[in-house]
């Protein structure tokens, strides 16, 4: 006989945290015996620094609790996705982190989870599924952020490209505000749209970027609410010479994002982001309540930050670290916290 343990760690592609045995000072249960508790994360997308730190957060939130964490990661492939739903559902882990995916494949794969008894959040896929807390980094705000830095430095009337993939779930909700905002601002005229996520998703996206610059010279604001679609979109401006004359605006940031917001007449201006590391323990921190049986909101919202260029340049910041300490807030996000939590250390 095999364990369960032992499977786990026999699992090819996947990560596992042995956490911590302690229990949480006053938890309820099950975290009174942590040791016990095993939670999965099922990720769709994982490429770009974006991911990297979303990991990070679940893995030191996951160990801060104590928790044993199964890491699946299917690269982009939505029928892999379901199936790797399927393969924690058969290990018995207690809850389920589902990382964007697509809503038809995902669908289905999470209702298995929930009526296998295990407790299921979603991050950035809507699963349609009213027993599943959605977990968001408010991507209308997102959005409206980095749009309105855009109206504030161009004016209310500009010419954009605009780089958007339908079907991704917080994608779809940037795209909302950004409809709303041309509704607002008849002045601005969308010239083009294009969009991929074929990996690497910024190389892919740059040779998009150089077609459609090269059919249309009037585009002076690229809007591109993803940052390894906004490091595409540089890519392209670069090669044509013409980081003086577009100005891009996006969402997310990383350690690479504010050194290519900061080279030398830099073409991107602004992002608005959600520290995707808090993104992570917010992710954990929720599952841990569901699993606690305390109240969990139908959306739990992540707030974010606007970051422009000229604030990188003149706090002097260069990576994400000193982005944190220098805009605390930026930080840590009061979301998801019962007293009996121990946060990861910072």
């Given at each position: 006989m095999i364990s369960r343990?032992?499977?786990?760690?026999?699992?090819?592609?996947?990560?596992?945290?042995?956490?911590?045995?302690?229990?949480?000072?006053?938890?309820?249960?099950?975290?009174?015996?942590p040791g016990d508790v095993r939670i999965a994360l099922v990720r769709y997308l994982s490429t770009g620094d974006f991911?990297?730190?979303?990991?990070?957060?679940?893995?030191?939130q996951a160990e801060a609790l104590g928790v044993e964490?199964?890491?699946f990661d299917s690269r982009q492939d939505a029928a892999l996705q379901a199936d790797m739903v399927d393969q924690a559902i058969a290990l018995g882990v207690d809850g389920i982190i589902i990382q964007h995916g697509l809503t038809e494949s995902m669908k289905e794969a999470a209702q298995r989870a929930v009526d296998a008894g295990i407790k299921v959040v979603a991050f950035d896929v809507n699963v349609e599924n009213e027993a599943i807390p959605q977990i968001e980094q408010s991507d209308r705000d997102l959005a409206r952020l980095a749009l309105e830095q855009a109206i504030e430095d161009n004016g209310e009337e500009w010419v954009a490209g605009y780089v958007y993939v339908p079907g991704i779930a917080p994608l779809d909700r940037r795209n909302e505000t950004w409809v709303e905002f041309k509704e607002t601002y008849p002045g601005i005229t969308e010239k083009a749209a294009f969009g991929t996520m074929d990996n690497p998703i910024a190389n892919s996206v740059a040779n998009q970027a150089r077609s459609v610059l090269s059919a249309n010279p009037d585009i002076t604001v690229m809007f591109a609410p993803y940052d390894e679609f906004a490091k595409g979109v540089k890519i392209a401006v670069d090669e044509a010479g013409l980081s003086q004359d577009v100005s891009i605006y996006s969402a997310d940031i990383s350690t690479a994002d504010i050194a290519l917001m900061r080279e030398a007449d830099s073409s991107w201006k602004a992002t608005a982001a959600t520290n995707p590391a808090v993104v992570g323990e917010v992710s954990v921190r929720t599952l841990a309540q569901y699993l606690a049986g305390?109240?969990?909101?139908?959306?739990?919202?992540?707030p974010p930050t606007l970051i422009t260029q000229d604030q990188l340049n003149e706090l002097e910041i260069t990576n994400m670290e000193e982005?944190?300490?220098?805009?605390?807030?930026?930080?840590?996000?009061?979301?998801s916290v019962s007293d009996w939590m121990t946060l990861p250390e910072r």
């Open positions: 343990r032992t499977l786990i760690g026999l699992m090819g592609g996947a990560a596992m945290w042995p956490g911590l045995v302690l229990a949480q000072d006053g938890a309820p249960a099950p975290f009174d015996n991911f990297q730190a979303y990991l990070s957060g679940v893995e030191k964490l199964q890491v305390e109240e969990v909101a139908p959306q739990v919202i992540v982005l944190g300490a220098k805009l605390p807030e930026f930080v840590h996000a009061d979301v």
